[in-house]
């Protein structure tokens, strides 16, 4: 039952602390059961554990170099109750293993930590998109209290050095784990691992150092946005515990559709519906843009289904200049309804273009689902 510990690490009975602790972290890099979950690397894990434990600890190192066993020696009080049995192994030195030492850098955690990013939904219409707007909203959000400002501790009081774990911020207890008998350091149960309490908290935010309130705030929207961009604001968020720095607040958008103007990337498209007759005759249509009145060339012998760009007039793109176009879809309305002079007229017409019996020809190029619904009407 006597590991030999030294050789488990690799080192020289002789070896340094330095050494030891090279040889420690080389191994636990190499078998550590998240990298190499093989039951036999785990056991080696676990011997390598020990031994680090034994030799990286002087007094320990000592008394097995003598022939105890300090692993099963009991060990200082781990009274202090409150933890679980967690397995915990020598984690901030299996840690260390993996990141490197921080070289002395365990202790007290501050009381102070950057606050949470917020998101806030914002509707905006398609001509606020379009061409940019400014916005005031209202957001919820936890800001640094002034009755303490921001440190926590109730007027003429301060914070406390935590006499359980001196200021430490953790405190050492050895444990029964699967690992064998192990030494753990975990936060203090007392502080929280903050090394200081505050024995009398601030009223006003019950010593978290900040209060929630409803701000209002000013949006720049930039011209381009579209549903789903968010606009990020810098240090508006969630201000942090203990009087952190604040997070960032994000304003989402979402666009109210548009009751003419569909939206596609910076393109709008809209349809206008025209006559028969002034489709064929061709026309000056009136339209209402997001820029305002503007008028539409309908050349003699516009098809139903035929686009009209109207170029720039569309939705300015958010990074560059320029504008998406408008895009005007023409749907040609059928006479219907007809009275008897109409249709007279149109009876004439279609005799003096030789329309009278047409065939139904197929539109060159059109195999598609206009084609196969023909198809499907003339019974073919
Ligand atoms: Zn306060
Ligand atoms: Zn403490």
């Known amino acids: 039952m006597a590991t030999d510990y030294y050789a488990v690490l690799g080192v020289r009975r002789d070896a340094s602390q330095d050494e030891i602790k090279k040889a420690f972290r080389r191994l636990a890099r190499e078998l550590h059961p998240d990298v190499n979950p093989d039951p036999k690397t785990q056991e080696r894990f676990k011997e390598i554990n020990a031994a680090y434990e034994v030799l990286s600890d002087p007094n320990k190192r000592q008394v097995y170099d003598l022939g105890g066993d300090p692993l099963s020696a009991s060990g200082t009080g781990a009274g202090a109750g409150g933890f679980g049995q967690g397995a915990g192994f020598g984690f901030s030195d299996i840690m260390d293993a993996f990141f490197g030492a921080a070289g002395g850098q365990r202790g007290p955690r501050s009381r102070t930590r950057r606050g949470q990013d917020a998101m806030i939904r914002i509707d905006i219409d398609l001509e606020e998109a379009a061409f940019g707007t400014t916005k005031e909203i209202q957001v919820d959000t936890a800001v640094r209290c002034n009755t303490c400002n921001g440190e926590g501790a109730a007027p003429g009081t301060s914070a406390q050095t935590c006499d359980m774990c001196r200021g430490r911020g953790e405190i050492s207890q050895v444990t029964r784990s699967f690992l064998g008998q192990v030494m753990t350091s975990r936060p203090c149960p007392q502080c929280q691992g903050f090394g200081t309490v505050v024995p009398t908290p601030c009223p006003e935010c019950a010593g978290d150092g900040r209060v929630r309130a409803r701000r209002t705030l000013t949006v720049k929207i930039p011209a381009g946005v579209d549903t789903g961009t968010r606009i990020q604001l810098a240090g508006e968020g969630e201000i942090g515990p203990g009087g952190g720095q604040p997070g960032d607040l994000y304003v989402e958008i979402s666009e109210n559709p548009h009751k003419i103007f569909q939206r596609r990337g910076d393109d709008l498209h809209c349809t206008v519906t025209l006559p028969m007759t002034a489709a064929s005759l061709g026309t000056k249509v009136p339209l209402e843009t997001l820029d305002g009145a503007a008028e539409i060339d309908i050349r003699p012998g516009t098809q139903s289904?035929?686009?009209?760009?109207?170029?720039?007039?569309?939705?300015?793109?958010?990074?560059?200049g320029g504008r998406?176009?408008?895009?005007?879809?023409?749907?040609?309305?059928?006479?219907?309804?007809?009275?008897?002079?109409?249709?007279?007229?149109?009876?004439q017409l279609a005799k003096l273009r030789g329309e009278e019996r047409p065939s139904g020809q197929f539109a060159p190029g059109q195999q598609g689902l206009f084609s196969r619904l023909k198809d499907a009407f003339n019974g073919r």
């Open 305 to 320: 289904g035929q686009s009209i760009p109207l170029h720039g007039r569309g939705i300015t793109h958010l990074r560059g």
């Open 324 to 347: 998406g176009d408008l895009i005007v879809h023409v749907e040609v309305l059928t006479p219907s309804k007809l009275d008897a002079e109409q249709e007279n007229l149109l009876r």
